[in-house]
């Protein structure tokens, strides 16, 4: 079983920054992915960044150049940094892990806000 937990969502000014953070609970090893993915209000949820158990990492191309996603093994955190926020940045993220192998599950955490208003 694995908890996932999301801070640092906020209100934000347009062209401002925010951090988000996971904090994993639980075990996560092997070959697995985890990332962000955020929902606006009457939009399905998308994804917005990826980062492999390799390290690698993929953003989606409308935050790409803003977003950065990286991962403290040590003490299982997933981060997302936000720049240049905009209004289309607006939801809630969510932190999502997907365990490949040698074991299969996905997990979803609560979710965080993120509102990018002047």
């Known amino acids: 079983q694995v908890e996932l937990v999301e801070s640092g969502g906020g209100l934000v000014q347009p062209g401002g920054s925010l951090r988000l953070s996971c904090a994993a609970f639980?075990?996560?090893?092997?070959?697995?992915?985890m990332g962000w993915y955020r929902q606006a209000p009457g939009k399905e949820r998308e994804r917005v960044a990826v980062?492999?158990?390799?390290?690698?990492?993929n953003l989606a191309d409308s935050v790409k150049g803003r977003f950065s996603i990286s991962r403290d093994n040590a003490n299982n955190v997933m981060y997302l940094q936000m720049n240049s926020l905009k209004p289309d940045d607006t939801g809630a993220y969510y932190c999502?892990?997907?365990?490949?192998?040698?074991?299969?599950?996905?997990?979803w955490g609560q979710g965080t806000q993120v509102t990018v208003s002047s």
């Open positions: 639980g075990r996560i090893f092997g070959t697995f992915v």
């Open positions: 999502n892990v997907q365990l490949l192998a040698p074991i299969k599950g996905e997990y």
């Open positions: 980062i492999t158990s390799g390290g690698g990492t």
